[in-house]
């Protein structure tokens, strides 16, 4: 028997959106904020996109953003969170699909295999969204705000920085992701409390030795 909501009609009475996965990949590269992008010959006057695919009959959700993610941008290992659904019928002129929006911040080291590789880029961020297809725009000014509100209550909550650092490399990357300056001696008050001494220094090869920090180990319930 053919499967019925409550009031009796059939699922197959009622119109049935395309489910798409769109992902912003957000890094930091020469002291800004980038999403990456990847070549996209769909949408007539749009060269580049987010990663994204339509999802297949009996996938999940996070199974097409990994697809995605390894085919179009060359790129694996990853756990994007969703980000927020973008269901305005129309958003895309191919017909009605609504994306179920990601996001994922990465560190610039670990893009370098994908970006070397044809077809994908990064875009500075840098006061403005850049001209995507689509309601990309909107989805990379989600992932923005979502990445800023997130940078403001922890120190590098996206691990944009790996191993050891010091507290002028976590404040430029804060500077990059928030889009403006940040006083060093306000930061260093907010931020140090929430940081790890390593008992260590730089070499002070590039001015003064400074101490080295790393951010407090979590358990598995997330808690330091």
């Not at 959106?17 to 992902?23: L, M, W």
């Not at 060359?74 to 990601?102: N, Y």
């Not at 006061?127 to 209550?153: F, G, M, W």
């Amino acid at each position: 028997m053919e499967a019925t909501n409550d009031a009796g009609k059939s699922l197959g009475a009622y119109p049935r959106p395309s489910v798409a996965v769109d992902t912003a990949v957000l890094t930091v590269s020469g002291g800004d904020l980038c999403v990456l992008v990847v070549a996209h010959d769909k949408a007539p006057g749009h060269q580049w996109a987010l990663p994204g695919t339509f999802l297949h009959e009996g996938e999940r959700l996070a199974d097409a953003v990994l697809r995605s993610l390894r085919e179009k941008a060359h790129i694996a290992g990853r756990q994007p969170k969703q980000l927020h659904v973008f269901d305005d019928p129309q958003r895309d002129p191919r017909g009605w699909v609504l994306s179920v929006a990601h996001l994922d911040v990465v560190p610039l080291e670990e893009l370098e295999p994908a970006l070397a590789t044809n077809g994908v880029k990064l875009l500075p961020l840098v006061n403005v969204v850049p001209d995507l297809p689509y309601d990309h725009p909107s989805i990379v000014a989600k992932a923005v705000e979502r990445a800023r509100t997130a940078y403001a209550a922890e120190p590098d909550p996206g691990g944009l920085l790996t191993g050891a650092f010091t507290l002028r490399d976590l404040r430029l990357i804060h500077q990059a992701v928030m889009g403006e300056e940040l006083q060093r001696d306000t930061f260093r008050r907010l931020a140090e409390p929430k940081l790890v001494p390593t008992g260590e220094m730089t070499d002070g090869a590039r001015g003064r030795p400074s101490r080295l920090f790393r951010k407090p180990q979590k358990t598995k319930a997330g808690r330091p």
